[in-house]
């Protein structure tokens, strides 16, 4: 997986990544090289952040 671009976006009080990606894999059957948006969700966890949720889509 190769980052294209990746932009911090607060969405009211959770903070959020979006990264575009070359991402090399098998997907249904298919080996490619996609181009895939990642919708990161943060929640918080301790002292820190951790990753809750994401959603990957083509761009």
């Given at each position: 997986m190769e980052t294209v671009e990746a932009t911090f976006s607060p969405e009211g009080t959770v903070p959020g990544l979006i990264a575009r990606t070359l991402t090399d894999a098998t997907i249904w059957?298919?080996?490619a090289?996609?181009?895939l948006t990642?919708?990161?969700w943060f929640e918080p966890h301790g002292d820190g952040w951790v990753i809750a949720r994401t959603v990957a889509s083509t761009w």
């Amino acid at each position: 997986m190769e980052t294209v671009e990746a932009t911090f976006s607060p969405e009211g009080t959770v903070p959020g990544l979006i990264a575009r990606t070359l991402t090399d894999a098998t997907i249904w059957g298919a080996r490619a090289t996609w181009r895939l948006t990642l919708r990161s969700w943060f929640e918080p966890h301790g002292d820190g952040w951790v990753i809750a949720r994401t959603v990957a889509s083509t761009w």
